[in-house]
């Protein structure tokens, strides 16, 4: 399966704090899936981890852990990010009330044409007036340790 992942959905993978079963779903889903992501992702989920770790929110061991998970995901950065984030992207952001970095992965899910996966409901909502798709998986199958 190929789909947008989200910012929000990684972080619920690196802090504990965060937890989340759509999350975990999707994390048990990446050996077999292909995720993509825009250009700035690696800096969003960079930012959140320093701020992170100053708050004591993650450990210099669980850093270097949650590092190394994802570096060990197939997830795809975009490169087309830059050129549409003064066109289409702020577009997007402009006509429905998103942030430039959210409106990032709505356009990138309407380019590419794959279903996103999220945890911030604003950018579902917008996602799905869209017409974009939201990844969906089974929570409570998930618990028993498998994803429909």
Known sequence: MQFILDCSVAISWCLVDENNDYANAILVMMPD???????????????VLL?????????QEQ??????LLQSLLIQVDTATDA??????LELGRTLGLAAYDA??????????????????????????CGVKLVVVDEERHRGGQVS
Request: proline share 3%; hydrophobic share 55%; aromatic share 6%.
């Open 51 to 59: 701020v992170a770790e100053r708050r004591n929110r993650i450990t």
């Open 63 to 68: 850093f270097k852990e949650v590092i190394a």
């Open 84 to 89: 549409n984030a003064l066109g289409v992207t």
């Open 104 to 129: 990032a992965y709505l356009e990138l899910a309407l380019r590419l044409g794959l279903p996103l996966a999220t945890l911030d409901t604003r950018l579902a909502n917008a996602a799905t007036s």
């Open 33 to 47: 899936a292909e995720a993509f992501v825009p250009g700035i992702w690696s800096l969003e989920i960079a930012n």
